[in-house]
């Protein structure tokens, strides 16, 4: 029996999660031009309180048996300093998974030691070779590509194993070509595709068709057969999905699994379900995208009532409707609300772009990968 | 090789069409270390919940 947050729909919210997204601060010290977020040009860190609140709830699960993993994110987690990083840290309880998403800028050999001591496991935004970078600036316009560069040096140099994420513009299959042989050139352990997304502050349209995706996953997927260095995550998860359907999971079985809730605690204390792509985001008629705030009431409480919010009662029907027409919800799921919210102007719509760019077409370019 | 926007498999889910191009998947997954997973119910993994965070099925209890 699967405890869940219910809401009108037949689909409802888990309540213990796998994964907790901290904001620890708002701030990136680039100024990318595809970033989403709506706040990373303030500083705005995360007091010891919140961060406190949260990690007492990580531990109250993990006395009951359940583990959580953390993912530090949402604005350039570097950006708060080594210092106060480890202050934030020390507050955890030992053992604790943490992941970190960072654009490498500031990384040196005191980070590098802080990622030693407390096994974090590192994730860098890169998006290729340089060329494919040009997009990625500091705040006063300059390009960052030797920044990130020197920062993953270090990494290297340090021997900390890290993952490579790339956002990707233009999916040719040379593209494919070239942000592969950029993942085994500078030693990622895995290499994420995200297709470049409309999403939060960054409204443009991509252009770009299924078509183009499912032929750059096709070459991805056909070159990591040949030369197995570099894991795909895109792959894997496709993999993931093969052995769930292999072991007996249909689409109808689907329909009863409850949406993973991905608590995202911003810096502020506030709580976003189902997508940390929505914090710090309002909707028009249902207001803010919170749940409420880790300090006036304990997460796990503001899970379990999470169901009733108006905003999640649609997503969470965004999700049911997903589940019951889409012949890819087995692969993805049917959740992604940020994405269809900030594409269709609706939490309880179902197909978006990035549907059909990342999910469906991961799919499909593995079907057609050819010997 | 059969695909979803096939016209003779339009009518069918992602997990049919997974299926019936079994022999595909193993080819293409080979190299990858994975758990061993019988078809069927019984004795096999059993994946409690979809994490899509990570796009991925959880082989862990939810």
């Known amino acids: 029996m699967h405890a869940v947050s219910g809401g009108v729909s037949g689909t409802a919210l888990g309540l213990r999660p796998s994964v907790l997204v901290m904001q620890p601060t708002t701030l990136c010290n680039l100024n990318c031009g595809y970033c989403y977020l709506p706040d990373r040009g303030k500083r705005l860190g995360m007091p010891a309180a919140v961060n406190r609140a949260a990690a007492e709830a990580v531990a109250r699960w993990r006395d009951s048996g359940h583990q959580v993993e953390v993912l530090w994110h949402a604005g350039e987690p570097l950006a708060v300093g080594v210092h106060k990083f480890e202050n934030l840290l020390a507050d955890w309880p030992p053992g604790t998974v943490h992941h970190i998403q960072t654009n490498a800028t500031l990384i040196d050999e005191a980070w590098c030691d802080l990622f030693h001591r407390h096994h974090v496991r590192v994730s860098v935004s890169i998006d290729g070779p340089e060329h494919m970078n040009s997009g990625r600036v500091t705040r006063g316009g300059a390009p960052a590509w030797l920044r990130i560069t020197a920062g993953i040096a270090v990494l290297r140099r340090q021997g900390i194993p890290f993952h490579m994420l790339s956002v990707v513009q233009d999916p040719a299959p040379e593209v494919a070509q070239l942000v592969y042989a950029h993942a085994c050139d500078i030693g990622a352990e895995v290499l994420g595709i995200l297709p470049q997304e409309t999403k939060g502050t960054h409204g443009e349209c991509s252009s770009t068709r299924k078509s183009q995706w499912v032929s750059f996953f096709a070459e991805l997927f056909t070159l990591w057969r040949a030369h197995p260095v570099v894991r795909l995550r895109d792959l894997e998860s496709v993999a993931n999905c093969y052995d769930a359907v292999r072991s007996g999971i249909t689409v109808d079985d689907l329909l009863d699994i409850p949406v993973e809730p991905i608590p995202t605690v911003s810096y502020d204390g506030e709580v976003t379900v189902m997508s940390p792509d929505l914090a710090g985001f309002a909707h028009p008629q249902h207001g803010a995208f919170t749940v409420g705030n880790v300090l006036r009431h304990p997460l796990e409480d503001l899970l379990s009532r999470a169901g009733s919010v108006p905003w999640v009662r649609e997503a969470l029907a965004g999700v049911d409707a997903c589940r019951r027409i889409c012949r890819y919800a087995v692969g993805c799921g049917g959740s992604w609300p940020a994405n269809k919210y900030f594409e269709l102007g609706r939490l309880d719509g179902t197909e978006t772009n990035f549907c059909r760019n990342l999910h469906q077409a991961k799919i499909e370019g593995a079907l057609s990968c050819q010997p | ?62």
């Not at chain 2, 059969?2 to 080979?30: G, Y």
């Not at chain 2, 270390?33 to 993994?45: I, K, Q």
């Open chain 2, 1 to 62: 090789m059969s695909t979803l926007n096939s016209e003779h498999t339009s009518d069918k889910n992602l997990d049919e069409v997974l299926l019936a191009n079994a022999e595909h998947f193993e080819w293409l997954l080979s190299p990858m270390p994975r758990s061993s997973t019988p078809p069927g119910h019984e004795g096999g993994l059993v994946f409690h919940k979809f994490n899509s965070m990570s796009q991925t099925w959880s082989r862990s209890d939810a």
